[in-house]
C-alpha cells in the first residue's frame, strides 16, 4: 500500500492504511478533493466475488491533510464463518461530481488472506508449548508485540538474549 500523492493525483483515491484487528479490518482512505459532495465505499467479498457487500467509509476531519484531500476511515467486522480455501478481497469507490474512481490495487484487488504459522524439521523448532504460546521459532510478549528469534525477522531489534542476565533499570 504505497498511497503517494503522484498516486493520488492519478487516480484520485487511494487506500492509505489497513489492518486487521481481531475479526474488524479498519483502515483508512485518501481521496482528492473534486467537490464538496463525495462518497467512499468499500466493496467487499467473503466469496471471491460470488456477492459482494458495499461498506460506506466516513469523513475523518483531518486538520493536518489540506485542502487537496480528504481523509475516509472503515470499519468491517468479519463474518465468522469465512471458509479456510476462501479470502477476503476488497476494492474502494470515490464517488465525486457523478463519476466513480476506483482502487483496486491496479486490478489485483487487496487481498486478506488466512494463513497459519506451521512448524518444520528442517528450522530446527519443535513445536513446544510454552506459557499457552506455541514455540514456532517466534516469542509473543504479553502486549502483543513479536520479538525477534531463530531468525524469522532477523532485521527486528531483538533482546531475546539479554531477558535472563537480570533486570534492567
Known amino acids: 500500500m504505497n498511497c503517494t500523492r503522484q498516486r493520488l493525483e492519478n487516480d484520485h483515491v487511494c487506500l492509505e492504511n ?23 465505499k468499500l466493496r467487499v467479498t467473503f466469496n471471491t466475488w460470488k456477492s459482494f457487500i458495499d461498506h460506506q467509509c466516513q469523513y475523518v476531519n483531518d486538520i493536518y491533510t489540506g485542502s487537496d ?14 471458509p479456510p ?26 487481498k486478506v488472506i488466512r ?29 502483543g508485540s513479536p520479538r525477534c528469534s531463530y531468525g524469522i525477522f532477523p532485521e527486528w531489534p531483538c533482546y531475546e538474549g539479554f531477558e535472563k542476565i537480570g533486570p534492567y533499570y
Not at 69 to 82: A, G, M, V
Open 18 to 40: 489497513c489492518m486487521l484487528k481481531e475479526k474488524t479490518l479498519v483502515g483508512t482512505v485518501k481521496v482528492k478533493n473534486l467537490a464538496f459532495e463525495k462518497s467512499v
Open 115 to 143: 494463513s497459519v504459522l506451521k512448524t518444520s524439521p528442517e528450522n530446527g523448532v519443535n513445536g513446544s508449548h510454552v506459557n499457552g504460546f506455541s514455540d514456532v521459532g517466534i516469542h509473543f510478549d504479553p502486549y
Open 85 to 110: 480455501h476462501e479470502r477476503i478481497e476488497f476494492a474502494l469507490c470515490y464517488t465525486s461530481n457523478g463519476k466513480d474512481f476506483w482502487d483496486s490495487n491496479q486490478g489485483q484487488n487487496y
Open 69 to 82: 484531500r480528504d481523509t475516509f476511515s472503515f470499519e468491517i467486522d468479519l463474518p465468522h464463518n469465512i
